[in-house]
């Protein structure tokens, strides 16, 4: 008798960017806390402002010079009506994947700079 195959399931890309973007923010957050409790306030104040701002940067450049995501081409008679169910799917953009993983290491340095000012 041949064994049953389990398909793998595989997380989605953004769902992934948005975990190790919840990690990055959440590290982010336990360094400036643990420089603030050193008595070294000055380097963790400065150190949050440059984790907020270089996120806040590199989520903007990503999304300004990205190009544009590809849709596959539907094969489909052009006057006719089609349900949303046959659309072709957008692919994972890079935008989309940068602020998945950005949003939660700014809301991490941003609450840094918050706290520990």
Do not use: N, Y
């Not at 849709?71 to 006719?80: C, E, T």
């Amino acid at each position: 008798m041949p064994k049953p195959e389990f398909r793998q399931a595989s997380p989605g890309a953004p769902l992934i960017a948005a975990l190790c973007g919840s990690l990055l923010g959440l590290a982010t957050f336990v360094i400036v806390a643990g420089l603030w409790r050193a008595g070294a306030t000055h380097v963790a104040a400065l150190t949050a402002d440059a984790a907020f701002l270089a996120a806040l940067t590199v989520i903007a450049g990503v999304a300004v010079l990205a190009p544009p995501a590809r849709l596959r081409r539907a094969r489909v008679p052009i006057s006719r009506a089609i349900p949303r169910a046959w659309w072709p799917r957008d692919t994972d953009s890079v935008p989309l994947l940068a602020a998945c993983a950005g949003a939660p290491l700014v809301i991490g340095a941003g609450a840094a700079v918050l706290l520990f000012r």
